[in-house]
C-alpha cells in the first residue's frame, strides 16, 4: 500500500524528532518504528530537508555525530562480546 505524500511527511518529522530527543542512531529508530535503516535514512537526509529544514539541519548533526562515533560504539560491541565469551568458559 503507498503511503500519501502527506504520510510521508509526517513520518520525517516524526522520526527526526525522535532522533533527536533520544539521541539515537538510524539503526536504533528503525528498530523502534519497525522500519528499514534505508528507510529511516531517507526519510531523514532526503524528505525531512524539503519538510523541515531548521529539523533537518539538527539531525544532519546529529547522524555526522554518530557516523564519527561509530567505531566507538563497533569496538566497545566487540569487547562486550569476548567477554562474554570468557565468562561461560
Do not use: P
Not at 529511516?40 to 533537518?56: F, M, R, W
Amino acid at each position: 500500500m503507498k503511503m500519501s505524500a502527506w504520510g510521508k511527511r509526517e513520518r520525517c518529522v516524526m522520526l527526526g524528532e525522535y532522533m533527536l530527543e533520544h539521541q539515537a542512531t538510524v539503526r536504533s529508530v528503525a528498530e523502534v518504528f519497525g522500519i528499514s535503516k534505508s528507510t529511516v535514512h531517507k526519510d531523514v537526509t532526503q524528505g525531512l530537508q524539503s519538510v523541515n529544514k531548521a529539523l533537518y539541519i539538527e539531525v544532519q548533526a546529529l547522524l555526522n555525530k554518530n557516523k564519527q562515533e561509530r567505531h566507538l560504539r563497533g569496538g566497545e560491541a566487540t569487547r562486550i562480546k569476548y567477554s562474554e565469551l570468557h565468562k561461560e568458559r
